[in-house]
């Protein structure tokens, strides 16, 4: 006798539906519209042998063991473990491979890392709209040869409509990302399957045995192929980036049961096309289906591409906040785009930088074929980045011995190595452009960290002790006027600058007074009970700490209006902030570089306010300047 699913089991129930839904349509956005220039890429090596069988079966081994080795051990298996409180990415591994690090040579060499793979995940964001809706738009000229002149200028009003809907966020439209991507997964599915069917003996490619003799016989060939083969594991990194959204077990489970067959059958479907008319070679993707199919795979493509590219804006607006709260890039303005999710937000400057760039691209490049050098490196870059630093984290973290985890990781790491060597060769033809771009993008995140540092050092050998101030306070007969005034310090063991200039031009102190220190903690997020801590200094006097996670953007009047359950009388709305509009400038004798010091000026003085960024009232503050010299 069966009995019905309770209310609650049916609620499970939805919301594991919904989860994997958007697992589909979030995190295989990428990876899931690799099929469309990969396999014809890799293929491109061989043109002048003749794409003979055992050269197109050598070529689906490669992809079939990337897949395996690179995208479901290392990471749907391995990877996925190293949850940094539920959340996954390259800062959040760095941030876990940093806990309990105590010398500051590891820490930095880690830091590093992950700034590292942090600034070719950007070089990613600007490549992947670029390549995936230009493969995509290609297809219309398998429709019709004379539409070729209309590819370009229709994948750039794609891109164009793509960054200006932005500011809307991806609420009102990501409903619809899961069930696309799952009608996108099915057809492409079910083409290859129909085409292996006819050719079954496309299969044997499963051997690894064709993959090492394409290796042995070409060698070099073999090898600069490589770097298009890697091209069908873009997107695995964001299986571990998404992980927060939507736990590892949706993960795990869209991939081994429905996202990886999918791809397999349409990268050996394309085989299979390929070994019965090599002249298919051209565009496997869009010739696997009857000539009918090709119209409305071509919009089908192009809506998985759009999600593709808005899974990695998204990403990338992610990243940005991260890095702020990580102290790597100055404030920066963050608009939150639902009311009910935290994680769904907005960057301005990022967005308008991304579409330039992403313009700059697919002008430049103008096919997919030729962006293709382009895409690996940044890819593969991040690969060894993610590598390094799982493996201190299941060394340290884990408890894993040392032989495992160098056998492990050290497979990892050389398999990494090999499709980063490959993909270098292509720097002349393209590959440049993300290594340029990382490049760029850690002179603005090292020269920013250490201009924040020798401004801290600066402000601590200037400061004057709290408790000295303390002491004397009783003695000063100082007129304390009614009121509470709130200080922002970024060392609560000494007295703010602001204090001190409003002591000296106005000469009064306000009854209740407030030492409020925003710290950045190296979670996700931190739990209500660990928000903030405060402490009665002298009567009328706390030192207020309030922390925040790297998946947080800060909103202090609300977190100080949160201190009344702590028996602090505050009415956030109506207290008046003090804040330092401190004016930078070089020293005779500069701790940085000229060049470094320049950027680090540039950025500061461009640095979003305090004011808005930590959503402070802007009739409530009172800014109190002074020049610093660093």
Request: a positive charge; charged letters at 15%.
């Amino acid at each position: 006798m069966t009995t019905a699913p309770t209310e609650a089991e049916a609620t499970r129930s939805q919301v594991k539906y919904s989860a994997l839904l958007g697992v589909l349509g979030v995190v295989y956005g990428d990876i899931g519209t690799s099929p469309l220039y990969a396999f014809k890429a890799s293929m491109e090596h061989f043109k002048g042998h003749g794409s003979e069988a055992w050269e197109v079966l050598g070529i689906l081994s490669l992809i079939f063991w990337a897949l395996i080795l690179v995208v479901t051990v290392k990471y749907v298996m391995i990877v996925l473990r190293a949850d940094n409180r539920g959340e996954g990415g390259i800062l959040s591994l760095m941030a876990l491979a940093q806990r309990g690090v105590t010398t500051p040579a590891l820490r930095n060499a880690l830091a590093l890392i992950g700034i590292c793979g942090a600034c070719l995940f950007f070089g990613d964001g600007i490549i992947t709209p670029a390549i995936s809706v230009l493969s995509a738009v290609e297809g219309l000229e398998i429709v019709a040869p004379h539409l070729q002149e209309v590819v370009l200028p229709v994948a750039l009003l794609i891109i164009v409509f793509l960054f200006l809907i932005q500011w809307r966020g991806t609420h009102s439209v990501g409903v619809l990302f899961g069930p696309i991507m799952v009608a996108f997964f099915v057809a492409i599915g079910l083409l290859g399957a129909i085409s292996i069917a006819k050719h079954p003996q496309v299969l044997l490619a499963l051997s690894p045995t064709y993959a090492v003799g394409v290796l042995i016989h070409y060698k070099w060939v073999a090898f600069v192929a490589l770097g298009s083969v890697v091209l069908s594991v873009t997107g695995a990194e964001a299986l571990y980036a998404d992980m927060g959204h939507f736990g590892a077990r949706p993960i795990r489970l869209a991939w081994s049961f429905f996202v990886l067959p999918c791809l397999l059958l349409n990268y050996f479907g394309q085989g299979a096309l390929v070994l019965s008319d090599p002249k298919a070679v051209e565009n496997p993707f869009f010739l696997l289906g009857p000539s009918w199919t090709t119209l409305p795979m071509v919009i089908l493509s192009t809506a998985a591409t759009v999600i593709a590219s808005q899974a990695v804006i998204s990403g990338a607006f992610s990243m940005t906040r991260q890095c702020v709260q990580l102290g790597f890039l100055p404030r920066i303005t963050v608009r939150h785009t639902s009311a009910s999710e935290e994680g769904q937000i907005y960057v301005p400057q990022i967005n308008a930088a991304l579409m330039v760039g992403v313009i700059l691209l697919v002008l430049a490049f103008r096919t997919s074929d030729a962006l293709a050098a382009a895409y690996g490196i940044a890819v593969t870059g991040t690969f060894l980045c993610t590598c390094l630093l799982a493996l201190v984290v299941f060394r340290r973290r884990f408890g894993w011995s040392r032989t495992t985890t160098l056998a492990v990781f050290g497979g990892f790491f050389i398999i990494d190595c090999v499709f980063f060597a490959a993909n270098a060769l292509k720097i002349p033809e393209g590959g440049w452009v993300p290594l340029a771009l990382g490049l760029s993008l850690m002179a603005i995140m090292t020269s920013w960290k250490r201009g924040r540092d020798l401004l801290a050092d600066r402000w601590q050998k200037d400061s004057l002790p709290l408790a000295s101030f303390l002491a004397r306070l009783p003695q000063s007969r100082t007129v304390r006027v009614p009121g509470m005034a709130v200080f922002m310090t970024g060392n609560p063991d000494h007295v703010p600058g602001a204090l001190l200039h409003n002591l000296k031009h106005n000469k009064v102190l306000h009854e209740q007074v407030l030492f409020v220190t925003v710290q950045n903690v190296d979670v996700p997020d931190v739990a209500p009970a660990e928000r903030s801590d405060v402490v009665e200094l002298s009567p009328g006097i706390h030192r207020v700490v309030i922390r925040y996670g790297f998946m947080e953007s800060p909103n202090l009047p609300r977190d100080l209006g949160a201190l009344q359950e702590k028996g602090v009388k505050v009415d956030p709305m109506q207290a008046s902030y003090f804040l330092g509009r401190d004016t930078l400038v070089a020293a005779a004798a500069p701790k940085m570089p000229m060049w470094r010091m320049w950027l680090f000026l540039v950025l500061a003085r461009n640095s979003v306010s305090a004011t808005e960024f930590f959503r402070i009232p802007s009739d409530r503050v009172v800014e109190l300047g002074v020049r610093v010299a660093i």
